[in-house]
């Protein structure tokens, strides 16, 4: 893209209805044009403006809490109606301290982890001498200082999250030296900051698991391997596909079509056995659910709540 | 272009009716946008179908009212969406300066020239692609920015900025090391994935708060962080490989950072971008 970003480019760009390759065009030309790039810049800092009045509906405890809702919803319910399932070995309920369900799978390595919450507490201690230093410079009335590429060329770790807080007020000279600092702001928060640390651990995210329509198709996402059972559950295969990032859905419209969603616009399906392939999507936003009524169709929720939708196997993606 | 069975499911989709616009206007405003975005190619029935199916027909019926005068369009659009122009124009200048753009924005939207004959309204430009409300943000923006950077053209240079510029050489070679360092990042940058440049120009140049960037990039404050990271030290290390060879050993490009780093005024990002970047008065600001 040679030419400036007009505003109707620059307003579907921020809201990620532009197709991939104006999207990477627009990106592309913003980097090395001053203008525009004064112009994302202008409508990042708007942005918050016109979030301000959002419904509730929009807010990401609300959010997030529709997909766990309808998971928590169906597991309970493959729990209930699962077949062979003998009902004299049913254990009594788990109370609130037993975080680990039969279903549970081997926690993910840190590694693989969102870097959401896990890099923003490990982080944080890094971080706590810059937080301080500006909290710092603020407290004492100094100007701010210029951010100069020397400033790149340091080692340290750059102001992640855990330095996103508001600064402490003026009139509390070094209070942000040493009150505690929250994470981050409660419009980024993500899923496992919205449901707080006991609350998740309570969930414990079980192993995913769909079920095909017929019931005894089955799915399961362990880590890092996708299992496939075609007898309602007692025995499992592993297929041959690595899962590459933390999966977080996923939805069967018939015995021989997966698809699965996760972190990072993460999409796989199969409309074969044990053939799983990686289907594009157009930007890396985290993917909250998936409803797939065939191999070709489907639509994906993004944990920031846009429905994109494929009518052609994932080749395009179209706003809904 | 477009079949009339679509264009009027379209029109009944956009509740047009409610502005009492006529059929015929909204079908001009679909194919000037179909015209536009497909550039004279003439798109498959299935991908204008698609394309249509994900306009925003409310807001474009509603943009196409307001263009032709509609008193009750117009009513409705200054009582819904005067509140959130001037919320971003408050976001952009505290100050008020910005609200007098968003206020000369609306003579714009009327018509340049008033209602009659050779007027253009604004609203032609809108196309449904996105909501009216960020379509109105993004015109604001444009119109904020080129207003600041036509201000800033008339600007002298800054004295106290050229006189607060480091006199005294702490090291010997310091000038020498900052012209070799400033050259290799320079280059460092340029070689760089333009994602990454835009992410590092937004922090930087621009001074966004990691969250501001994670809105223009579609990704989480944490990933902005992690990716400003990764690049930082591909910066370091490209800039390393520069000078070892171009000749230094270790230890001089040891000396050539330390030197480089302790002399910040040398090496700012904006000037090396050579952009004309506005900055925040504090920078607190950057954290929120």
């Known amino acids: 893209m040679d030419q400036h970003i007009d505003a109707e480019s620059l307003a579907a760009y921020m809201e990620g209805t532009l197709s991939r390759r104006e999207r990477a065009a627009a990106e592309a030309h913003a980097a090395d044009c001053p203008r525009c790039l004064h112009l994302l810049a202008a409508m990042a800092r708007t942005e918050e403006s016109s979030q301000a009045r959002r419904s509730a509906w929009s807010l990401p405890v609300v959010r997030w809490s529709v997909p766990l809702l309808a998971g928590a919803t169906a597991l309970a319910l493959w729990i209930n109606v699962r077949p062979h399932r003998p009902f004299e070995s049913v254990p009594p309920p788990p109370t609130s301290e037993d975080v680990s369900l039969p279903a549970v799978s081997t926690p993910a390595p840190e590694a693989d982890r969102p870097a959401s919450s896990v890099e923003g507490l490990e982080r944080q201690g890094a971080k706590s001498d810059e937080t301080k230093t500006r909290a710092d410079q603020q407290s004492a009335g100094a100007a701010p200082q210029r951010v100069t590429s020397a400033d790149a060329l340091q080692s340290r770790t750059l102001p992640d999250t855990a330095t996103s807080a508001p600064a402490a007020p003026a009139a509390t000279p070094n209070a942000g030296a040493t009150a505690p600092q929250p994470l981050e702001k409660r419009s980024n928060l993500r899923f496992e900051d919205t449901l707080g640390e006991t609350a998740a651990a309570r969930v414990a995210m079980p192993a995913l698991e769909i079920a095909s329509p017929d019931s005894m198709t089955r799915w399961r996402v362990e880590g890092k391997t996708i299992l496939r059972s075609t007898d309602g559950g007692k ?18 419209p018939s015995p021989l079509v ?46 920031d709540g846009r429905v994109f939708a494929t009518v052609d196997g994932g080749q395009t993606w179209q706003r809904r | 272009m477009i079949e009339s069975r679509l264009t009027e499911r379209l029109y009944r989709r956009s509740h047009a009716e409610r502005w009492s616009l006529p059929l015929d206007a909204l079908q001009e405003a679909l194919e000037r946008g179909v015209a536009r975005v497909y550039a004279g190619a003439s798109p498959s029935k299935r991908d204008l179908e698609r394309y249509l199916d994900g306009l925003h027909l409310e807001d474009l019926a509603l943009a196409c009212a307001c263009g032709t005068g509609n008193e009750l369009a117009w009513e409705y659009f200054i009582s819904e969406y005067r509140p959130a122009l001037y919320r971003a124009a408050d976001a952009l200048d505290a100050s008020g300066g910005a609200r007098e753009v968003a206020d000369s924005l609306y003579a714009e939207l009327y018509g340049v020239r008033g209602r009659g004959e050779g007027s253009q309204s604004l609203f032609r430009y809108f196309h449904g692609r996105s909501s009216l409300a960020t379509w109105l943000r993004a015109i604001l923006a444009q119109r904020w920015v080129d207003r600041i950077r036509l ?99 270790d230890g001089e490009i040891e000396r050539c950072l330390a030197s480089a780093m302790q002399d910040t005024g040398m090496l700012d990002l904006a000037e090396l971008f050579r952009s004309e970047s506005v900055r925040k008065n504090d920078a607190v600001e950057r954290s929120e």
């Open chain 2, 151 to 249: 201000e800033r053209r008339s600007v002298p240079l800054e004295e106290d900025r050229v006189a607060s510029m480091p006199t005294r050489a702490i090291d010997p070679d310091a000038t020498r090391f900052a012209a070799l360092v400033r050259a290799a990042l320079h280059e460092a940058v340029r070689r760089l994935h333009s994602r990454d440049r835009l992410r590092l120009r937004s922090y930087y140049e621009q001074d966004l708060t990691l969250a501001q960037i994670g809105r223009i990039t579609g990704e989480h404050e944490a990933t902005v962080s992690r990716h400003l990271t990764r690049t930082r030290k591909i910066l370091k290390s490209e800039i390393e490989g520069h000078l070892r060879r171009s000749g230094m050993t």
């Open chain 1, 235 to 252: 025995t499992w295969n592993s297929e041959s596909v690595p899962v590459e990032r933390e999966v977080t859905a996923g939805s069967s």
């Open chain 1, 258 to 303: 997966a698809w699965l969603v996760g972190r990072q616009g993460y999409i796989l399906r199969t409309s074969a056995t044990n053939q799983w392939r990686r289907v594009p999507f157009p930007e890396p936003a985290d993917l909250a659910s998936v409803s797939a009524r065939s191999e070709r169709e489907a639509e994906v929720t993004t944990s």
